[in-house]
């Protein structure tokens, strides 16, 4: 799997007007919803459980990053997005620092191998400081889908 199967671009945002985490997942589910991706009558119900999710156990990893993440009726297709954050935003992370990129992945209830797919993909990168280094210093949409794309082709980011 790769990052273009799954990540919506034209829903990247470069700098989330929000600095605390459920603002954060709002902006960044209402992206996926602006652009089609998911109905405008389910973006409450995701957002409620993405937070229900983080309010369990927060998807803070540390070193800067969160992927919030949920498995919804609403979708039909693993879908996700990223915001970026310059000031920090509070996900409760391992390492207790703010995170300035959250990656957000929604997928679909009834397939859950999808959803394990786009995960190890995201995990696989995150791993590596230097993938960290350049999404962090991302600062529009097109620099992000630029650094995704070549991390889809390119194995020295990881």
Do not use: W
């Not at 671009?9 to 996926?32: C, H, M, Q, T, Y």
């Not at 998807?59 to 919030?68: N, S, W, Y």
């Not at 919804?72 to 390492?95: N, R």
């Not at 209830?109 to 995150?126: C, G, S, T």
């Amino acid at each position: 799997m790769k990052f273009t199967d799954f990540v919506c671009f034209d829903a990247i945002i470069p700098e989330l007007k929000d600095n605390d985490r459920d603002g954060a997942v709002g902006e960044l589910v209402s992206a996926l919803e602006k652009n089609g991706k998911i109905g405008k009558d389910s973006c409450d119900a995701i957002i409620k459980a993405i937070i229900k999710r983080e309010k369990e156990a927060s998807t803070g990893m540390g070193k800067g990053v969160a992927l919030p993440h949920v498995k919804h009726s609403a979708v039909e297709g693993v879908i996700a997005t990223i915001g970026q954050s310059s000031a920090g935003i509070d996900f409760s992370s391992l390492d207790k620092q703010p995170v300035y990129s959250v990656i957000l992945l929604i997928s679909p209830v009834d397939n859950p191998d999808r959803h394990l797919q786009a995960m190890e993909k995201i995990f696989k990168h995150l791993q590596s400081d230097k993938f960290r280094k350049f999404l962090r210093q991302s600062q529009t949409a097109e620099q992000i889908e630029d650094l995704l794309r070549e991390a889809d082709e390119n194995i020295s980011l990881q």
